[in-house]
């Protein structure tokens, strides 16, 4: 029996595990991303943009001052910090907390 968890949460919502690490995988492929400051975000009328990974929109994250941009990819800054920046990013899915499957 395989002893991760399927769902877990992140920022408040709850993710399948697996979807997540794909999701991620996909985010970290080959791709520069440019630091762009959620001012500009704003200013530019991207008010509905969704981090790629926890799906939050940038501009109604509390405390956001920046995100990161690659071909039509958005992340916040905590995704990109998290999952992108750190060399072993299953081991930053694997601390977040498991929601225990009731079925």
């Given at each position: 029996m395989n002893s991760e968890p399927m769902w877990v949460e992140l920022e408040g919502a709850i993710v399948d595990r697996d979807y997540l690490i794909d999701t991620i995988a996909e985010a970290r492929e080959e791709r520069p991303y440019e630091k762009v400051k959620r001012a500009e975000i704003i200013a530019n009328g991207d008010t509905h943009v969704n981090?790629?990974?926890?799906?939050?929109?940038?501009?109604?994250?509390?405390?956001?001052?920046?995100?990161?941009?690659?071909?039509?990819?958005?992340?916040?800054?905590?995704?990109?910090?998290?999952?992108?920046?750190?060399?072993?990013?299953?081991?930053?899915?694997?601390?977040?907390?498991?929601?225990?499957?009731?079925?």
């Open positions: 981090c790629e990974i926890c799906l939050r929109v940038l501009a109604e994250i509390p405390g956001l001052d920046f995100a990161y941009y690659s071909f039509g990819i958005w992340l916040c800054s905590p995704c990109h910090e998290r999952f992108i920046e750190k060399e072993d990013f299953l081991k930053s899915v694997s601390e977040l907390p498991a929601i225990e499957d009731e079925g």
